[in-house]
């Protein structure tokens, strides 16, 4: 299994970007998604994540008070992918971005990373 994330780069602020993150490989059930970052200097911290299960069979999302009415996290569970449009971009939020998911394969169930996409917010 591997995680392939994509769509950052340099935007100024207040401007947006979409983040995707594919998983390819034999995969029997994914379960939660989610976006982390990490700044330099800082601790890796949660963005957003969405669960597998809702109402609305779009999952559960919770997202850090800092990204709240910015950011919005979306799943597409037909093409194992997960989703971050991020708008009003501002340069706290430059960090490299990493994708988890929490996959089940046949042979096992644990948490699979993508390789980071750097996202620098900058005039």
């Known amino acids: 299994v591997q995680l392939q994330a994509s769509g950052g780069g340099l935007v100024q602020p207040g401007g947006s970007l979409r983040l995707s993150c594919a998983a390819s490989?034999?995969?029997?059930?994914?379960?939660?998604m989610g976006w982390y970052r990490q700044a330099p200097g800082k601790q890796r911290e949660l963005v957003a994540v969405?669960?597998?299960?809702?109402?609305?069979?779009?999952?559960?999302?919770n997202y850090a008070d800092s990204v709240k009415g910015r950011f919005t996290i979306s799943r597409d569970n037909a093409k194992n992918t997960v989703n971050l449009q991020m708008n009003s971009l501002k340069p706290e939020d430059t960090a490299v971005y990493y994708c988890?998911?929490?996959?089940?394969?046949?042979?096992?169930?644990?948490?699979?990373w993508g390789q980071g996409t750097l996202v620098t917010v900058s005039s």
């Open positions: 969405i669960t597998s299960g809702g109402i609305t069979s779009g999952g559960a999302i």
């Open positions: 988890k998911m929490s996959i089940r394969t046949y042979a096992s169930s644990r948490d699979y």
């Open positions: 490989g034999v995969i029997f059930s994914i379960g939660a």
